[in-house]
């Protein structure tokens, strides 16, 4: 089976510069993702997309196969969808062979491993599912919001009825860390989820990721804690 990591990585970031190249734990950011891609079993080729020369330069130094994004599909408000979707079209032309499944890896994601990628993909062939998305299982969340007259009103629960936390149903978080799915349905629906979807579900400290400085420091820590810079 031919299962293909597609790595889409765009040059610009406006909460931190060049945040997919920035330094994490002694390596560029997104050498993390593209090392966990290639030490898992699973997965035949890795490729990064990107529309940053910087980017294509690190990630082609750390084993990854490279893929020019064109401008036109590499804004902040363009949907994924169309960076995989050009990457499958390309590397199904250059290799003349039909990928079967895509994981998507999201860069600012690390706190993972290659095996997270393997299960996952076992899991997925197995279930014979069209989609699948990572979670992490959420324990005591309860959620609030402000309605249009700025009154907080709760949101999953009712707060008076507040039920004993063993008697509260698990739900899962979509943590982003990483998606898998059938290429023809990319092709078909135009969406990473659809058909029959399988959830991965990952340890509750893998589910950070790093969108401000903060998130660095934070990551760090836990990256080295559990020993996920191991690899």
């Known amino acids: 089976m031919n299962i293909v990591a597609i790595i889409i990585a765009r040059g610009g970031s406006k ?15 997104i050498a993390w993702t593209i090392t966990q891609c290639l030490n898992s079993k699973k ?3 890795v490729w990064v997309s990107s529309d ?13 196969n490279i893929i020019k994004r064109p401008a036109s599909i590499s804004g902040d408000i363009e949907p994924s969808e169309s960076a995989w979707l050009h990457a499958v079209n390309y590397i199904e032309k250059q290799t003349e062979e039909k990928i079967d499944y895509v994981l998507a ?12 990628f393997t299960k996952a993909i076992k899991k997925i062939v197995y279930e014979k599912s069209d989609s699948l998305l990572s979670v992490s299982k959420v324990e005591d969340f309860f959620m609030w919001k402000k ?11 009712d707060y008076q009825k507040r039920k004993p936390r063993q008697h509260i149903s698990d739900s899962y978080l979509e943590n982003g860390s990483f998606y898998i799915f059938k290429s023809e349905m990319l092709k078909e629906k135009y969406n990473r989820l659809g ?6 579900e990952m340890e509750r400290y893998k589910m950070f990721q790093i969108d401000n400085y903060e998130d660095i420091e ?3 820590v836990i990256m080295k804690g559990f020993g996920l810079d191991a690899e």
């Open 15 to 29: 909460g931190i510069p060049k945040k997919n190249i920035i330094d994490f734990c002694g390596k560029p950011l």
């Open 43 to 45: 997965i035949t080729s």
């Open 52 to 64: 940053s020369e910087d980017i294509l330069k690190i990630s082609r130094k750390y084993g990854a």
């Open 105 to 116: 890896p999201q860069v600012t994601s690390p706190l993972r491993e290659s095996v997270d």
């Open 147 to 157: 309605n249009d007259k700025n009154i907080p009103i709760s949101i999953n629960y």
């Open 195 to 200: 058909g029959k979807i399988t959830l991965f």
């Open 218 to 220: 934070l990551s760090a």
